[in-house]
C-alpha cells in the first residue's frame, strides 16, 4: 500500500504581506552559488550546507532558500496528485524539474534539514487567507532552532500564482515563523503539530480567534511530541486520528484526513496481523513435524525403545505447540476480508490437528501406567498416519 494519504496542493492567491529584509544576503548568496552538480540529491544540497555553514539557524536558512528559490509552484498539475508516488518519488521530480506543489516542497525542506542534522517534520493542514478557508489541503514544515520550534512554509515563501501564472518571489513571513502568528492562517489537522501549548480548534480557526486563551487545559505539546516518536506507527496513527476528531471534524479536508488516519491504521493492525498469522503458521508446522515424528515412533512400536519421559516429552512437546498456536490464532485480530478464509482454514487445521494429539496422548498415558508385557499388548494394530504439512 503506498501513500494513500497524501496532502492535496494549495492554490496560491495573491499575498499581501509586507516583506521585511532577512538579513541573510550572505547565506542567500552563498545558495544561489550552489553548483548544478551538487543539486542532484538532497545528500549533495546537504553535503554542501554542512561545509558552508556551522550554525542551525544558518543552515536552516539556507535550506529554505534554496528550497522556495529553486522550485516553481506547478500551478498546471495543481489538482493532478498522484497516489502512488512515494516521497522518494517526489523528491526526485521536484529535484529534477524543479516544479512541484506543496508537498513536493515540504519533502524536500524536510529531508535535507534532517540530513543537515536538524529535527523536522512535514505538517499537514489546511489554511486561510483573507478571512477565506481554501477548499485544498496543504503541507508545510516546523523544524527545531535552537531548541525552540518554528514554522516554515517554502510553498507561500516562494512566490504566488496570479491569473493562473505562478510568480516566483521570496516571501520572508513564511520563513521561521512563530507557531503564534501562522496559526492564524495554517491549522494543522492534528493540533500536535501547532506547537502550541493552548491549541486552538477547528471552530476557533473559522471564527479567527487563534489568539491564546490560557483558560483551556494546559497541553505539554513538547512532551507529548517525545511521547508520540517513541511509539510505534500504529499507536501514532490511532492518536493522531483521535486529536483530530477531537478538534472538530468541519471540513471535507479534515473529514478525508481523519479517514485516511483510520484506513491506514487498520492496514498496518492487518499487516501486523498477517506477519503473526505466519508465525503461527511457522509455529504449527513445526508441531506437525514433531508429531509426525511421534506418529512413525509409534508405528514403529516405539523401536527403539526411549525412557517413559522420552516418550511422555514426544508427545507432550508438539501438544504444548499446538495449543500455543490454537491460543495465538483466536487472538489475532483482523487480518482483512482477503485474508479471512485463510484464517478460518488455519484454525480448523490446528482444531483438528490438536484433536489427533489429544488421542496419541491418551495412548501414552495408557502405554505408561501399564507393565512391559501390557504395553506390547497394546501394539497389535497399528493405525495412525502422518499429519500433512499446512
Known amino acids: 500500500m503506498k501513500n494513500i494519504y497524501l496532502t492535496l496542493s494549495l492554490f496560491l492567491s495573491v499575498l499581501s504581506f509586507g516583506q521585511v529584509n532577512s538579513g541573510f544576503g550572505l547565506i542567500d548568496n552563498k545558495m544561489a552559488a550552489i553548483s548544478t552538480s551538487s543539486t542532484n540529491s538532497t545528500a549533495a544540497i546537504a553535503n554542501y550546507i554542512n561545509a558552508n555553514f556551522k550554525t542551525d539557524m544558518d543552515k536552516i536558512r539556507a535550506v529554505f532558500y534554496w528550497t522556495a528559490s529553486n522550485i516553481s509552484y506547478d500551478v498546471a498539475n495543481m489538482y493532478a496528485v ?53 477548499n485544498l489541503a496543504h503541507a508545510w514544515c516546523a523544524a527545531k532552532i535552537d531548541n525552540k520550534w518554528y514554522l516554515f512554509d517554502p510553498t507561500w515563501g516562494s512566490g504566488y500564482v496570479n491569473n ?23 491549522i494543522p489537522f492534528d493540533y500536535l503539530w501547532q506547537f502550541l501549548n493552548y491549541p486552538i480548534t477547528n471552530n476557533e480557526f473559522y471564527a479567527g480567534t487563534t489568539q491564546i486563551n490560557k483558560s483551556k487545559k494546559f497541553f505539554d505539546f513538547e512532551t507529548e511530541i517525545t511521547k508520540y516518536n517513541k511509539l510505534p506507527e500504529t499507536d501514532k496513527l490511532f492518536e493522531s486520528a483521535a486529536r483530530i476528531e477531537k478538534n472538530g471534524v468541519l471540513n471535507a479536508m479534515i473529514l478525508e484526513r ?56 514426544m508427545i507432550q512437546t508438539p501438544k504444548e505447540k499446538l495449543v500455543k498456536c490454537q491460543d495465538a490464532i483466536y487472538n489475532i485480530g483482523a487480518v482483512g476480508n482477503e485474508n479471512a478464509s485463510n484464517l478460518a482454514s488455519i484454525k480448523k487445521s490446528i482444531n483438528e490437528v490438536l484433536a489427533q494429539t489429544e488421542e496419541h496422548l491418551l495412548f501414552v498415558q495408557e502405554y505408561l501406567s501399564k507393565s512391559k508385557i501390557a504395553r506390547k499388548l497394546m501394539f497389535t494394530k497399528v493405525s495412525w498416519y502422518g499429519v500433512p504439512l499446512n
Open 82 to 134: 498522484n497516489f502512488n508516488e512515494t516521497p522518494q518519488d517526489r523528491i526526485i521530480k521536484a529535484l529534477k524539474t524543479k516544479k512541484g506543489v506543496c508537498i513536493h516542497y515540504a519533502e524536500v525542506f524536510n529531508e535535507i534539514s534532517n540530513k543537515i542534522g536538524i529535527q523536522s517534520y512535514i505538517i499537514e493542514g489546511y489554511t486561510k487567507q483573507y478571512g477565506k478557508v481554501a
Open 164 to 186: 493562473g501564472k505562478f510568480i516566483k518571489k521570496l516571501n520572508e513571513n513564511y520563513f521561521k515563523a512563530e507557531p503564534s502568528k501562522l496559526i492564524s492562517s495554517h
Open 258 to 313: 481523519l479517514e485516511g488516519k483510520k484506513k491506514e491504521l487498520a492496514y498496518l493492525r492487518h499487516n501486523a496481523n498477517i506477519e503473526k498469522l505466519n508465525s503461527i503458521v511457522a509455529d504449527f508446522n513445526e508441531a506437525v513435524i514433531l508429531l509426525n515424528d511421534f506418529v512413525h515412533y509409534r508405528n514403529n512400536k516405539f523401536k527403539p525403545t526411549f525412557s517413559d519421559d522420552e516418550i511422555s516429552r
